[in-house]
């Protein structure tokens, strides 16, 4: 069984540019979040995508966008990117289904805004 | 805003059982308890999650009191590894999303 998986470990970025962070959900699960975790901070939920739509939002402004395409991987871009941008982007998979919905993450997007 | 209060940070022999605490004193009927950790810099790993009845699983056991308004993780037999924050959350079983408070920094000593 595959984990999840997200691309690139690292990545840096100067401010007002774009950037798009990938995720491989894991064998099997059709869901897919996304969290944003600054230094020192627990994750914060930004979206989540369910059968390529979006399936609920937190407090995170239109640049931040996603896709999900049919074998349920799924792309996070950010536009205009910001100083306060810089964090560790974490992807989750799960199953939609009652009683299984547990996310398993990946190991995470360092993104340095500069 | 996270339902959840734990202590900031715990110190643990290795060796010795880690009992992280958790308040949840306005948790409802249909709210699990998730536990989740996070070593540095790495995703959160699942660890254990309940309802009311009391877990275990190869990790950790989930001890949750009658009233559910607590709950202990319980690391049986710590190891330098189990070093990591540790988040705990309450949430329905199905289709709402995981709130983080900031968690409780364990450190297991040699």
Redesign the interface.
């Known amino acids: 069984e595959t984990g999840v998986t997200q691309s690139p470990t690292h990545l840096i970025k100067t401010r007002g540019q774009q950037v798009t962070l990938r995720c491989s959900s894991q064998s099997g699960h059709n869901t897919v979040s996304w969290y944003q975790q600054a230094l020192g901070q627990g994750p914060q939920f930004i979206f989540q995508y369910y059968r390529e739509e979006e399936n609920g939002r937190g407090n995170f402004p239109p640049r931040f966008s996603g896709l999900q395409f049919p074998n349920y991987s799924s792309e996070l871009n950010v536009n205009a990117l910001e100083l306060d941008d810089s964090a560790l982007y974490l992807c989750a998979s799960s199953l939609d289904f009652p009683g299984t919905d547990t996310q398993y993450f990946g190991p995470g997007t360092r993104l340095t805004v500069l | 805003d996270?339902k959840t209060t734990q202590p900031t940070s715990m110190d643990c022999a290795e060796g010795r059982a880690a009992n992280l605490p958790c308040n949840h004193s306005t948790i409802s009927g249909n709210e699990y308890v998730?536990w989740?950790r996070q070593i540095h810099?790495?995703?959160?790993?699942?660890i254990i999650?309940g309802l009311k009845n009391n877990e275990t699983n190869e990790m950790a056991s989930l001890i949750i009191t009658e009233d559910r308004k607590s709950s202990t993780l319980i690391l049986p037999h710590a190891t330098l590894r189990d070093t990591a924050v540790y988040?705990c959350i309450v949430r329905v079983?199905?289709?709402q999303?995981?709130?983080?408070?900031?968690?409780t920094r364990l450190s297991v000593l040699p």
């Open positions: 996270a998730y989740y810099s790495q995703g959160p790993q699942y999650h988040y079983i199905y289709g999303n995981f709130v983080f408070g900031p968690g």
